[in-house]
């Protein structure tokens, strides 16, 4: 909890270094709500979210109270029946959890300080290839929990404007992934032989590229920490 207290992020208002990620996870994966959940004493606050508009719940019903306390992803694909959670008032009430899985976002002296969750309200399969990318895109928002540099983002691209020696490592990750996304999908085939883009908007075209990889590519990191 201290070190959650130290990167004064409790209470804080929205930031699109967060809520890019968000907004492509929930995208991706095609849910309900994304959040990125910072789990403090009492509550689980939302540093980003996506599909939801409350700012916080209790921690004691909370699925990231759980899922801050496991070594890998919690996942949850039908909360009805899962005796942890099928009384759950999230569940029984608004928003009507069916679907959760949760990975902990650890800070660089690997205290945990919260969860990247999606959810959606219908029960829902997640295979290894789904939990390799949203450990992914878990990298991108540990990387920003421990960024100390300005906020300052290119409203277009989303990336940091900062000059490229001076860029997060967050920032290079989703550079070096979009580069990625650029040769798989930017100039993708249109059908008869000619290559587009159609006017995709720079969210649109990462989440197609994330998309097209999922399951075809090797892990973008291979150990969470390095």
């Given at each position: 909890?201290l ?31 994304c959040?990125v ?20 719940t ?13 070594d890998?992803?919690?996942v ?17 009430q608004?928003?009507n ?25 219908k029960?829902?399969?997640f295979n ?15 990387l ?5 540099l300005?906020?300052?983002?290119d ?35 249109a ?16 989440t ?19």
């Amino acid at each position: 909890l201290l070190a959650l207290k130290r990167t004064a992020l409790l209470d804080s208002p929205p930031e699109e270094r967060f809520d890019r990620i968000t907004r492509l996870a929930a995208s991706v994966f095609n849910v309900d709500i994304c959040l990125v959940s910072l789990v403090d004493s009492d509550r689980q606050w939302f540093k980003s979210k996506v599909g939801i508009d409350d700012c916080q719940t209790s921690r004691s019903i909370s699925f990231c109270g759980h899922a801050i306390l496991q070594d890998d992803v919690l996942v949850v694909q039908n909360a009805t029946q899962d005796a942890r959670f099928s009384d759950n008032p999230l569940v029984l009430q608004k928003p009507n959890i069916r679907f959760y899985a949760g990975i902990p976002l650890e800070h660089e002296n690997g205290c945990r300080l919260g969860t990247l969750c999606i959810i959606d309200s219908k029960p829902r399969s997640f295979n290894t290839d789904d939990i390799t990318l949203l450990k992914e895109l878990a990298v991108l928002v540990e990387l920003e929990l421990v960024n100390k540099l300005p906020n300052t983002t290119d409203p277009v691209t989303g990336l940091s404007n900062q000059p490229l020696d001076r860029l997060s490592q967050s920032d290079m990750l989703y550079y070096y992934i979009s580069e990625i996304i650029t040769v798989n999908a930017v100039f993708c085939d249109a059908g008869d032989g000619d290559h587009q883009n159609d006017g995709y908007d720079s969210d649109t075209l990462f989440t197609m590229g994330m998309t097209r990889l999922r399951g075809a590519s090797p892990a973008l990191v291979k150990h969470r920490h390095q």
